[in-house]
């Protein structure tokens, strides 16, 4: 139990670090436009994006998928930055018109990106053999989704207050919330290290 409760602590503190805010960026980003009605549709996102997450980790650790790091550490705000954007363009419209699959499709390879810059951090806290990797990894991810449920509870409460008391509608809040994550991530973007070679 204790070393479960080791990479489930591990996952915990990825998603809420201080010093890594990108992934809690990343689920105020595809938190914001929901509201508590709309739980099932943002677990279900949450959960995909977890699945995206412990996919990349998994490729990674088998070593199957190698990539740059300076390449993933500018995906990542980018990842974020298309979420915020795509509120921007969608702020006030009935979710009925958004396709299901493709916000699906589009979270769980955003997970896997999020993931990938993970990835070399994890497989130097892992070590041993290929056997002993799968359950370390199924109890650091249980503490990823644990900690993004934590984050979007957050957020949902936020919104509910925001809309609530203060009586923004739930289309300016969108926007509001999007605008300031896009003018948090464009300087991050702009000082990757991609930009130096």
């Known amino acids: 139990m204790s070393e479960f409760w080791i990479y489930f602590q591990i996952g915990l503190k990825h998603v809420l670090d201080i010093h890594a805010y990108d992934h809690v960026l990343f689920l105020i980003a595809l938190a914001v436009p929901y509201a508590f009605k709309d739980w099932k549709r943002i677990l279900l996102?949450?959960?995909?994006?977890?699945?995206?997450?412990?996919?990349?980790?998994?490729?990674?650790?088998?070593g199957v998928v190698a990539i740059r790091v300076n390449l993933v550490e500018?995906?990542?705000?980018?990842?974020?930055?298309?979420?915020?954007l795509f509120n921007l363009f969608t702020a006030g419209k009935s979710s009925k018109t958004e396709s299901i699959n493709v916000i699906f499709f589009i979270t769980l390879f955003f997970g896997i990106i999020h993931g990938l810059g993970f990835s070399n951090y994890f497989k130097g806290i892992l070590g041993g053999s290929a056997n002993s990797k799968l359950l370390p990894l199924a109890e650091f991810a249980?503490?990823?989704?644990?900690?993004?449920?934590?984050?979007?509870f957050v957020v949902l409460i936020l919104s509910y207050i925001v809309q609530t008391i203060f009586r923004f509608s739930k289309r300016?809040?969108?926007?509001?919330?999007?605008?300031?994550?896009?003018?948090?991530i464009i300087p991050m973007l702009i000082e990757s290290e991609i930009w130096n070679r």
């Open 74 to 84: 500018f995906l990542i705000p980018i990842t974020i930055f298309i979420t915020a």
């Open 142 to 152: 249980l503490g990823i989704e644990a900690a993004q449920i934590l984050v979007v």
């Open 45 to 62: 996102l949450v959960t995909i994006f977890t699945i995206g997450h412990t996919v990349a980790l998994l490729l990674s650790v088998y």
């Open 172 to 184: 300016d809040w969108t926007l509001v919330m999007s605008s300031f994550i896009i003018g948090f």
